[in-house]
Nanobody, 115 residues
Framework: QVQLVESGGGLVQAGGSLRLSCATS????????MGWYRRAPGKQRELVAI???????QVADSVKGRSTISRDNAKGSVYLQMTSLKPEDTAVYYC?????????WGQGTQVTVSS
């Protein structure tokens, strides 16, 4: 059974930092491209950052310079370090694992940034 479990969300003041984690099980983690997405209230889901199986990263312009994605293949986990958080970063953040035809999602973790 494939599981992606996010953690690390919460309530933080503007300017603060959070580190989101996504622990996976049931997949050969090292072959998956991993991503973080978010959905803000009333908005569509959007890409935050992705890291390929080879370690290449891509970060959305909206968080560029404030967010870093990383992975630990030994632990089967992916991380999103976010700094200088803004109220517009408030959203549910989802972990995604993608390889060939396989596409898995976590349940999400809420991030709320107060002004």
């Amino acid at each position: 059974q494939v599981q992606l479990v996010e953690s690390g969300g919460g309530l933080v003041q503007a300017g603060g930092s959070l580190r989101l984690s996504c622990a996976t099980s049931g997949i050969i983690f090292s072959i998956y491209d991993m991503g973080w997405y978010r959905r803000a209230p009333g908005k569509q889901r959007e890409l935050v950052a992705i890291i390929s199986s080879g370690g290449t990263t891509q970060v959305a312009d909206s968080v560029k310079g404030r967010s870093t994605i990383s992975r630990d293949n030994a632990k089967g986990s992916v991380y999103l370090q976010m700094t200088s958080l803004k109220p517009e970063d408030t959203a549910v953040y989802y972990c995604n694992a993608r390889a060939r035809v396989f596409d898995y999602w976590g349940q999400g973790t809420q991030v709320t940034v107060s002004s």
